[in-house]
């Protein structure tokens, strides 16, 4: 059973940058890999990133490609989502999320092939 807890979440004008950090504890981090998803307000949650249990594969919405990087340091069981250039349209709450790697990467943007969650951590970017 693995806890997670986001964190780095804040008000940042928009071209701005924001550090999103994942704290995970409960279970063997490396053996998981890890997701970070949004939800606007009146929006359904959507896929931002996802990570392999090694840090060696990662994918990555059309939206946010070039503009953010997922990463994560096994050692530390931690996870981050570096966010450079927001734009407003990226104002959401953001959710990391995991379940154990170790087989096909089919619908890893489906909210519903991780097992659990972090709380969230609200992102605001204002014009």
């Known amino acids: 059973q693995v806890q997670l807890v986001e964190s780095g979440g804040g008000l940042v004008q928009a071209g701005g940058s924001l550090r999103l950090s994942c704290a995970a504890s409960?279970?063997?981090?490396?053996?998981?890999?890890m997701g970070w998803f949004r939800q606007a307000p009146e929006k359904e949650r959507e896929f931002v990133a996802v990570?392999?249990?090694?840090?060696?594969?990662?994918y990555y919405t059309d939206s946010v490609k070039g503009r953010f990087t997922i990463s994560r340091d096994n050692d530390k069981n931690a996870g981050y989502l570096q966010m450079n250039s927001l734009k407003p349209e990226d104002t959401a709450v953001y959710y990391c999320?995991?379940?154990?790697?170790?087989?096909?990467?089919?619908?890893?943007?489906?909210?519903?092939?991780?097992?659990?969650w972090g709380q969230g951590t609200q992102v605001t970017v204002s014009s």
């Open positions: 999320a995991a379940r154990l790697d170790g087989g096909s990467y089919y619908r890893y943007y489906m909210s519903d092939q991780y097992d659990y």
């Open positions: 409960g279970g063997t981090f490396s053996r998981y890999r």
């Open positions: 990570i392999d249990w090694s840090g060696g594969r990662t």
